[in-house]
């Protein structure tokens, strides 16, 4: 069965058939594959005088030429990545919501009046803040002191700049180039 000569296909063997070749980018001499040549040009790589090279798909995958949702693909262009590194401004901005417990002791306090260096807290506590007084503070019996398991806020790592896989799952196969068949009529 004839084929078109520049005709690309996906090839389950470990070999490219006799007239085929393995599409890894290699280049070949314009005088042995004129034919070839004249298809493909120099989009693929090559001098154009003495050589011209074919498709390198190794690890990618072919995708039409054209333009599509803004992005123009050229005949022969390569892009993407098999992995990238998200930084923050990579990232929409959002927020995280957080909860906590605050635990309050409710038993009464051993001073009445608070008092520079006094601290607010259990007794025996490790955990409390230094109390400073304040115009207007109320010096009545508190009802309420905090107990040592106070939550406080804190910051925390939200990544790292490492590259992330984006490999779409594959299976790889042989991609094949017909070099020797019909030459394509053009309409």
């Not at 635990?103 to 490790?126: D, E, H, K, Q, R």
Request: net charge neutral; charged share 5%.
């Amino acid at each position: 069965m004839d084929e078109y000569i520049g005709i690309v296909k996906l090839f389950a063997g470990n070999f490219a058939p006799r007239g085929w070749l393995v599409c890894n980018g290699q280049l070949l001499q314009i005088q042995q594959y004129s034919a070839v040549y004249a298809i493909l040009g120099t989009q693929f790589g090559g001098d154009g005088i003495t050589t011209f090279g074919l498709p390198n798909l190794q690890g990618a995958v072919p995708v039409g030429v054209g333009t599509l949702n803004g992005t123009t693909y050229v005949a022969g262009d390569k892009g993407g990545n098999t992995s990238v590194t998200l930084l923050g401004t990579n990232i929409p901005a959002h927020t995280h919501t957080g909860t906590g417990t605050i635990s309050v002791s409710s038993s009464n306090s051993t001073l009445s009046t608070p008092a520079n260096g006094n601290a607010i807290g259990v007794p025996g506590s490790n955990i409390s803040r230094v109390f400073t007084p304040t115009l207007g503070f109320v010096a009545a019996t508190p009802s309420v002191n905090l107990a040592s398991n106070i939550t406080t806020g804190a910051t925390v790592n939200a990544g790292a700049t490492v590259p992330v896989s984006v490999v779409q799952p594959y299976t790889a196969m042989l991609y094949i180039i017909c070099i020797e068949g019909i030459f394509p009529p053009r309409p």
